[in-house]
């Protein structure tokens, strides 16, 4: 990973400070290597420093090696005030979204001299373009997730709990490599399935169920997320036409993505196939986000989004459209894709033709 590369880019778009503060992690991470769970980093035009407590001052070192490391022996907020004021700087910039309104006080409280500069997205906006290495390890992770899924739906069988399939196919993906699930494995099955974010219940599938699992494995802090929905055995005809909508409206989605393209306009061309079917109400989340150092980032594909991203090569987003009929079914079909020149790659790499277990 070019670290170097990446605060430099960030120092290049401080205009009206003369540092900025980091505080969210994933963004620390980005800049600097360093995977703990505590810390803070101060980037100026020419420097950056690490500020962390003892549990992280060896794997700091190791980690983040470009970083002058600032132990830290006070609260955190204590630290990186003192810190701040030695430099003898006069604008500071900060993560508004990514400190507590008590870390915030406190630190206000101690450097009366300092002006702070609220900014929000700053690392985020450079997050979203992918650089070779961090593609290399979103697809590691997608096809250790891909591979835990095949073994896992190999074993998926009717009788089976809901919860028995989450616990099957995260067992999968450790034992295949993965630091940790992307977020709390959904299996649904059956009427559960028109619960967007459902958990895992104790639920046992029944034939003829749909069984939707959202999932995702984690290498080296960069996320998979896919979405299957698998038929168990015969299921209605509703069901299947249902499916195929779905399927239709992500791959409407997916022919809009490319450089160039508004977010906005990956979301209504899938919107537009589920419109069209009748299933409108029936599709009440956005259509896709970016994915990273964190499973949801942007950009993101809504109907009307605070930031309306403009696609470019790089970028990495899902598309994942579903229907929703309340106690009755659900269907979701999801793909991490890679922005190219002229259009998009899969990253997630299961095939999402209807498929009966
Ligand atoms: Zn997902
Ligand atoms: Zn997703």
Known sequence: MNYQARLA????????????????????RYLSGFSGSSGAVVVGPENGWLITDFRYWEQAEREAPHLSLVRQRDPLW?????????????????EADKLSVDHWQHLRGKTAQIAWQPKVGLVESLRMVKDPDELRLLNEAADIAAQALAATLARVKVGMEEWDVAVELESHMRQLGSDGPSFDTIAVAGPRASLPHGKPSRRRIEVGDLLTIDYGATTRGYHSDETVTVAMGMASTEARTVYEVVRSAQAAGLAQVRPGVAASTVDRAARAVIDDAGHGEFFGHSTGHGVGLEVHEAPWAGQKPATDWTLAEGMVLTVEPGIYLPGRLGVRLEDTVVVTSSGCQRVTKTDKAWREL
């Open 78 to 94: 204590q630290s990186v005030a003192e810190h701040v004021l030695q430099l003898g700087i006069e604008r500071v910039g900060f």
């Open 9 to 28: 880019r960030l120092a290049a778009r401080l205009d009206d400070v003369d540092a900025i503060l980091i505080t969210g992690m994933e963004n620390i």
